[in-house]
């Protein structure tokens, strides 16, 4: 297969999104994590039964999210009247503690190689 053939791949399953205005997806190796940016909320989904299993409430809109392991994970969160994004980290034990803003209040994605965010 070539990079820009993907005829070859076939969708396993497909699944309603379980909220509406479905934004930030990411997975955590045990549950899938989803936003709504209508309601302001993120939830862990169980992958199997795509049943929300928690509903968690930001301190903003999440934009983006990726699992940087042991539970933890990070989110854009877009803040206030003008949006500005701010990277955020979360944890179960203590909720969400925001790390940084991004560069001009900007930005929507995020990766995480292991190392670096």
Not at 1 to 18: C, L, V
Not at 35 to 57: A, C, F, M, N, Q
Not at 60 to 89: H, P, Q
Request: aromatic share 12%; proline share 5%.
């Amino acid at each position: 297969m070539s990079s820009n053939d993907i005829s070859e791949i076939i969708g396993q399953k497909k699944f309603r999104s379980p909220v509406v205005t479905p934004q930030a997806l990411a997975w955590d190796g045990n549950q899938l994590w989803l936003s709504s940016r209508d309601l302001g909320s993120l939830h862990k989904i169980d992958g199997e039964t795509w049943k929300v299993v928690e509903e968690i409430d930001p301190p903003g809109i999440v934009w983006a999210g990726v699992s940087l392991g042991d539970g933890e994970m990070c989110f854009t969160i877009g803040k206030g009247l003008n949006d500005d994004r701010y990277v955020y980290r979360y944890a179960p034990d203590t909720g969400f503690n925001k790390l940084f803003a991004c560069p001009d209040f900007t930005g929507s994605y995020l990766s995480f190689d292991g190392e670096y965010l």
